[in-house]
């Protein structure tokens, strides 16, 4: 087994942790005790105050509360009324950013990735580092990636819609 990625592998700056995650494996344990693994493959970065993309760039909410504490927590949302998203909040108290996660091996699309791991609100501010249902293990060889801009954030405008801060892996 690998060891889980501590608290302040997330308590750095959004754009150093989001590449980071690819070839990490994220672990979902059900309540029936089965564990799932899956290998991180995409990932987009989302950072306050001034990224328009980002949910945070107007200020804390009941929604963003989360994305203001220290990096290391599970900022989930729902889209559509039916998928969940999921988020891992990075760097300092009040800095505002989280790492989207797109897909993973074997899974494309980060609502996709949402049903498979049964994600609902109550993920909402977990802690990465001690849950028993979510977090993330490092992995040994860190993959080779694309920087590629965001997808679906139009209403953001420019520079932000360009922003290379997707990251694809190789694998």
Not at 91 to 118: C, F, H, M, N, T
Request: aromatic residues 12%; glycine residues 8%; charged residues 25%.
């Amino acid at each position: 087994m690998n060891q889980r990625l501590p608290a302040d592998f997330f308590q750095r700056d959004v754009l150093t942790v989001a590449p980071e995650l690819l070839g990490k494996v994220l672990v979902r344990r059900f309540s029936d005790g089965n564990e799932e693994r899956y290998v991180v493959t995409e990932v987009e970065a989302y950072s306050a105050p001034y990224d328009m993309a980002c949910h945070a760039s107007k200020g804390k909410t009941s929604r963003t509360e989360v994305m203001f504490r220290e990096g290391g927590l599970i900022y989930v949302y729902l889209i559509y009324g039916i998928y969940w998203m999921l988020n891992f909040v990075t760097g300092k108290e009040d800095e505002a950013s989280a790492v989207l996660i797109r897909g993973v091996k074997g899974i494309s699309g980060p609502g996709r990735i949402g049903k498979a791991l049964r994600l609902d609100k109550t993920f909402y501010g977990e802690n990465l580092h001690t849950s028993d249902r979510l977090w993330v293990e490092d992995s040994t060889i860190p993959p080779a990636y694309e920087c590629l801009p965001r997808v679906g954030i139009n209403y953001a405008g420019e520079p932000w819609v360009s922003k290379p801060w997707r990251y694809l892996a190789n694998i």
